[in-house]
C-alpha cells in the first residue's frame, strides 16, 4: 500500500514524499496542536499535510497532541462542512489517553478536506486515488510467428502498473478452443522485458494463444492475449515429385519438382546438401533452384540438357525443413530414379476432369474449382482462365493430392462464367479443357435462382420448365409471368412447387396475342426466396376459328369425290358382258 505526505512550508511549494506500495496497512505519524496538523511533532501548520492514499488502504493512524488539547480527525466525505454519519470520525486525544491510536479504510475514492475536531478552522487536504490497474504487452510471440514443437522459445513481454505497484504474472497457453494449459505459475515481474522459456510440445496449431494474467499488489488485474500463431510439431512430408519415381522416357529438357506437405524453409531445403540430383554413381548435376509463393513447390532447373538414355537419381535428405522456427526435419530423407529417352516427351497432359463447386452459387460466394491432371513425366503448373462479368483472370491452381489441383475464389457479378484449366507438364508440353459456372443474384433466403428457365406452347398452354437447383435448405420453387424481363412479376404459384416433383409449371391463363416473360425463383425451408432467374419470353400465338363454308376445303373435298367415283364407274363399265 502506499502513502504520499505533502507537506506546507510557508514560501515553499509542497514538499511531496512517497514510499514504495506495499502488501500492508498504511503507517500514519499525525500530530496536532493550535498551531494546525503536522507529520512529525513540532512540525505543525495550517493547513496541514496533503496526504495521498489509495482506495482499499488500511490506514494505521497514531495521533499525537502536541499542546495537551483534545484533538481529533474528522474527513468530510460528503463536503457539507459538517460532522456527520457520511465522514469519517475518529476517537479524540485525551489527558489520559494521548497519543491515541484508531484504524480506518480508505474505501471512499476522491478528494476531501480533513479538520480537527476541536479546532475546526485547522484542516488539510486529504486525497484518496482510485487503483490504476497494469497493463502488459506482447514482444514474443508475434502475429505470424512460428515456432517448432519440442524447441524452447522466449516469451517476452512488457508490464506496467500506473501506479508503480508491484506486479506478478502468470502464463497460460490454448488452442483449437480448447482449455488453457499453464507455462508459468504466479511470478513477481521484474525490470522489463519479462522474458519466459517456453517448450511447446506434443501438438500442432495455427491458432496457439499465449494469455498473460497480471495482478498488481493492490488486486487490480489484468488480462492480456498474444496474437494467435503456429505451432508446428509435425516433420514435413513429400506428397508429389516430378518426374514421378520410375518414369521413363523423361525429357532431356525437364524440370525436377518436389510437392512439400508444408511450406518449407527455403535456405535448408533446396541446396546441395539437402537436395540433389545426379545420374546414376556420377557427379550432382548444377543448376538453379526457384519456389512457389507459398514455398510447397520447389523446382530445380539443370543447368544443361540430361543426357540420353541415362537414369538419374534425386535424394532429399534431413538437412530439408519446414518453415517454422527452427524447423522440423525431413526425418524420413527420400530418393528415387527416372531415366531419360532418346527423343523430347511431346506428349501433353492429361485432363481427366474439371467441375466447379457449386455450379450454381449466390453473388459475392467462394467456387472451388477443380481439375484431375496427369502427365507421363510429370506436371510443372496448372492454372484456370476465368472470364466473366466483370472478370478475366488467371488463378493459379494449387496442388491437393494425387491428380487433383484446385483453386478457391469469390465473384461479385451475376451472370455465367467460362473457365479453362491450363496444365503444362514438366517437358513444356500443354493441354487445356473448358467449363462453366454461374452466379445467382442474392435473395433474401440465401439460396440461388434456377440456372435457367424455358417454356414451351402449345394450343395456348405455356409449358414453363427450369434447371433444378441443389441446396441444402431448399424446399421448393416459385414461378412468376410478366410483360417485362425485369422490374413487375405476378406469382402464379399459389405455394411453392415441392423440389421432389419435376421442375415444370403449366400455365393455362395466358392471353393469345400477347407477349409473356417468365421466371423462377427457389424457396428454402423458412419461405425466403432467391432472386429471379433470367425470364425467358414467349408470344402466345393468336387463335381463330375456321368459316364454316371455307371455299378452299369445299373445293378439296369436291376433286376428291370425283376422283373416287370415276374411278368406281371405270371398274363397273369394265366388267359388263360382251
Do not use: C
Not at 502468470?170 to 488453457?180: D, I, K, V
Not at 522489463?192 to 496457439?208: K, M
Amino acid at each position: 500500500m502506499g502513502l504520499i505526505f505533502g507537506l506546507t512550508i510557508a514560501g515553499l511549494l509542497p514538499l511531496v514524499l512517497a514510499q514504495p506500495a506495499r502488501a500492508a496497512n498504511v503507517a500514519l505519524p499525525l500530530f496536532a496542536s493550535a498551531a494546525g496538523w503536522g507529520s512529525t511533532s513540532g512540525g505543525e501548520a495550517n493547513p496541514g499535510p496533503t496526504f495521498v492514499v489509495y482506495r482499499n488502504d488500511q490506514i494505521d493512524v497514531t495521533l499525537t497532541s502536541d499542546d495537551g488539547l483534545p484533538h481529533g480527525l474528522w474527513i468530510d466525505y460528503n463536503g457539507d462542512g459538517i460532522p456527520n454519519s457520511g465522514d469519517y470520525i475518529s476517537p479524540k486525544t485525551s489527558a489520559t489517553q494521548n497519543p491515541i491510536q484508531f484504524s480506518f479504510p480508505a474505501d471512499v475514492a476522491g478528494q476531501f478536506t480533513y479538520y480537527d475536531q476541536s479546532i475546526p478552522l485547522n484542516t488539510g487536504t486529504w486525497s484518496t486515488r482510485a487503483n490504476g490497474a497494469p497493463s502488459g504487452t506482447f514482444n514474443a510471440p508475434a502475429s505470424g510467428t512460428s515456432w517448432t514443437g519440442g524447441k524452447a522459445h522466449d516469451i517476452s513481454f512488457d508490464l506496467t502498473d500506473p501506479d508503480g505497484d508491484p506486479m506478478t504474472y502468470t502464463l497460460t497457453y490454448s488452442y483449437g478452443g480448447g482449455a488453457s494449459q499453464t507455462i508459468r505459475p504466479s511470478t513477481p515481474a521484474t525490470s522489463n522485458p519479462n522474458v519466459v522459456s517456453w517448450t511447446p510440445t506434443g501438438f500442432s496449431a495455427t491458432d496457439t494463444v499465449v494469455h498473460l494474467e497480471v495482478l498488481d499488489s493492490r488486486g487490480a488485474p489484468a488480462h492480456v492475449d498474444s496474437p494467435p500463431f503456429e505451432v508446428d510439431s509435425t516433420p514435413p512430408t513429400i506428397l508429389s515429385s516430378s518426374p514421378r519415381s520410375g518414369a521413363t522416357l523423361v525429357d532431356r529438357n525437364t524440370l525436377i519438382q518436389v510437392n512439400w506437405s508444408e511450406a518449407m524453409k527455403e535456405a535448408t531445403t533446396g541446396v546441395a546438401n539437402a537436395f540433389g540430383v545426379r545420374g546414376a554413381g556420377g557427379p550432382w548435376l548444377a543448376g538453379t533452384v526457384t519456389w512457389s509463393s507459398d514455398a510447397t513447390q520447389m523446382t530445380f532447373r539443370p543447368t544443361g540438357s540430361l543426357s540420353v538414355g541415362t537414369v538419374y537419381e534425386v535424394y532429399v535428405n534431413s538437412t530439408a525443413t519446414d518453415h517454422s522456427d527452427p524447423g522440423n526435419p525431413f526425418v524420413a530423407g527420400s530418393a528415387w530414379t527416372f531415366s531419360t529417352g532418346s527423343t523430347a516427351d511431346t506428349t501433353p497432359p492429361s485432363i481427366l476432369a474439371m467441375a466447379a463447386d457449386p455450379p450454381v452459387q449466390l453473388a459475392n460466394g467462394r467456387v472451388n474449382l477443380t481439375a484431375d491432371v496427369q502427365d507421363n513425366v510429370g506436371i510443372l503448373k496448372v492454372f484456370a482462365a476465368v472470364r466473366g462479368p466483370e472478370t478475366d483472370q488467371n488463378l493459379t491452381m494449387a496442388h491437393a493430392s494425387g491428380t487433383r489441383w484446385y483453386v478457391n475464389h469469390n465473384y461479385t457479378a451475376v451472370g455465367h462464367y467460362n473457365f479453362t484449366v491450363w496444365a503444362t507438364d514438366t517437358s513444356g508440353n500443354v493441354r487445356s479443357r473448358s467449363a462453366g459456372f454461374d452466379m445467382s443474384p442474392q435473395g433474401t433466403g440465401n439460396v440461388p435462382a434456377p440456372l435457367y428457365v424455358n417454356v414451351t406452347v402449345t394450343d395456348g398452354i405455356v409449358d414453363v420448365t427450369w434447371s433444378p437447383v441443389s441446396w441444402p435448405s431448399l424446399a421448393g420453387y416459385n414461378v412468376y409471368r410478366g410483360n417485362g424481363s425485369s422490374g413487375q412479376f405476378t406469382k402464379l404459384t399459389i405455394t411453392p412447387v415441392p423440389k421432389a416433383l419435376p421442375t415444370m409449371y403449366r400455365d393455362s391463363t395466358a392471353q393469345p396475342g400477347h407477349t409473356y416473360f417468365y421466371t423462377v425463383t427457389s424457396v428454402n425451408t423458412t419461405g425466403s426466396e432467391s432472386g429471379y432467374a433470367q425470364a425467358f419470353s414467349v408470344l402466345i400465338p393468336p387463335y381463330t376459328t375456321p368459316p364454316l363454308f371455307d371455299p378452299v376445303p369445299w373445293a378439296v373435298a369436291g376433286v376428291t369425290l370425283g376422283v373416287i367415283l370415276g374411278a368406281l364407274y371405270g371398274m363397273v363399265w369394265r366388267r359388263r358382258p360382251a
